[in-house]
C-alpha cells in the first residue's frame, strides 16, 4: 500500500499582504471580468514573490495559533493537512515528528474537518427540530465539528459529547479544510465569523488552520488580524522533479529513473509552450504533476472532480511523447 509519505512534497508558502482591489483594478486596466482580475492577481503576487517572506514546511506550525493557507485549485492545501494529521498520530505512537510545534512541550491531537460537508450538516438539522433538541449548538459550526468527528469514527463507540470535551481540553490542531466550499458569499461570511467565534470564545486555546482558495477568500469571507495568512506559490522545477520521482519510484521501480527523465521533460515542454505566449506554467501544482503522470503512463482515469476542468492542457506536447 503506497503511503502519503511516500510521495508528498513540500510546498512554499510566503507570508505576504493581499493586494487592494484598486491595485488589482489598476493592473487588470479597462477590463473589470473575473478572469482580468485573477490575471491581475498572478501579475501582482509574481512582483511581490522575490520580497515575500518564506515560510520553510517545517516551520508551519510553529508560525501561529491561528493560520489561514490560501491557494489555488489543486495546490496540495488538502495533502498539506493530511500529511500533518498522518506524522502527528505517527509521532503519538514514538515515530520521530518531522516539523516544529507551536508548543514543543505538547503534541497537538490533530482534527482535520472538511467543510464540503457542512451544508449537508446545517439542511439535515433544518429537517430534524430533534437534532437541535439533542444539541443546542444544532445548527452552528461548532455543532458541526463534534457531528461530523463522530460519524467519520463510528466503530470507535464515542460517546456523544467525547469530541466537545477533547476540544475543550485545549490540545488539538483543528484543520478546517475548504472554505471554498462552502457555498454561497454570504454562507462563507458566516463560517468565518463563527470560525472567530470558536477559536476565541467555544473552544479557546487549540490551534486552528483553515484553508480557502484566494477567489472565494475575500470580502465578508476573511478572517480578522489574529489570523496569519499564508499564500501557497507554485511548484518549483526541483518540487516538479521530486514529486515526479517519488510516483515513479512507487509506481515503476524497475524503470523509475527512465520514466522519471521522460515525464520531466514533458512537463518542461508542456510549460515552455505556455512560456512562449507569455502564461504563467500550466503544469505547477501537486494535481496536474500527478494528472501528467497518471496520463501519460496510461492509468485509466483521472481525479474525477478536475478532469474536464483540465482537460486542455496543450496534451500534443507530452502524448507525442508515448
Known amino acids: 500500500m ?7 512534497v513540500p510546498l512554499t508558502l510566503c507570508r505576504f499582504r493581499p493586494p487592494r482591489q484598486e491595485e488589482l483594478r489598476e493592473l487588470a486596466g479597462e477590463s473589470k471580468d473575473s478572469l482580468a482580475m485573477a490575471r491581475a492577481w498572478v501579475e501582482w503576487a509574481e512582483r511581490r514573490r522575490d520580497a515575500a517572506e518564506s515560510v520553510e514546511m517545517e516551520d508551519l506550525l510553529a508560525v501561529s495559533r491561528q493560520i489561514v493557507i490560501v491557494g489555488g485549485a489543486g495546490s496540495g492545501k488538502s495533502t498539506l493537512l493530511a500529511y500533518r494529521a498522518v506524522a502527528l498520530t505517527e509521532a503519538a505512537g514514538g515515530a520521530d515528528l518531522p516539523f ?13 474537518i472538511p467543510l464540503r460537508y457542512y451544508r449537508d450538516y446545517l439542511d439535515l438539522c433544518a429537517r430534524s427540530p430533534q437534532e437541535r433538541l439533542k444539541n443546542p449548538r444544532a445548527g452552528t459550526l461548532p455543532g458541526f465539528i463534534p457531528w461530523y468527528l463522530k460519524r467519520r469514527n463510528p466503530a470507535l463507540e ?13 490540545g488539538c490542531l483543528l484543520m478546517l479544510d475548504g472554505l471554498d466550499e462552502v457555498v454561497s458569499r454570504d454562507e462563507r461570511g458566516n463560517v468565518c465569523q463563527e ?7 467555544i473552544y479557546p486555546g487549540n490551534q486552528v488552520i483553515v484553508t480557502a482558495r484566494e477567489a472565494e477568500y475575500r470580502d465578508e469571507a476573511v478572517f480578522g488580524d489574529d ?3 499564508l499564500d501557497v506559490q507554485r511548484l518549483t522545477d526541483e518540487h516538479i522533479r521530486l514529486l515526479v520521482e517519488n510516483w515513479c519510484r512507487q509506481l515503476y521501480p524497475g524503470e523509475a529513473a527512465v520514466r522519471n527523465k521522460e515525464l520531466v521533460d514533458a512537463i518542461h515542454e508542456i510549460n515552455g509552450l505556455r512560456a512562449h505566449r507569455d502564461l504563467p506554467p500550466l503544469v505547477s501544482t501537486p494535481l496536474l504533476t500527478t494528472m501528467v ?30
Open 2 to 8: 503506497r503511503q502519503l509519505k511516500d510521495v508528498f
Open 100 to 112: 516544529r510545534l507551536h508548543d514543543e512541550n505538547h503534541l497537538p491531537v490533530p482534527l482535520v
Open 158 to 170: 464515542l460517546s456523544e459529547n467525547f469530541f466537545d470535551r477533547l476540544l475543550l481540553g485545549k
Open 195 to 201: 470560525v472567530n467565534n470558536l477559536v476565541n470564545d
Open 227 to 229: 489570523f496569519t495568512r
Open 293 to 322: 503522470v497518471s496520463v501519460k503512463w496510461g492509468e485509466t482515469e483521472l481525479p474525477r472532480e478536475r478532469a474536464k476542468l483540465y482537460g486542455d492542457v496543450e496534451p500534443v506536447a507530452w502524448r507525442s511523447r508515448s
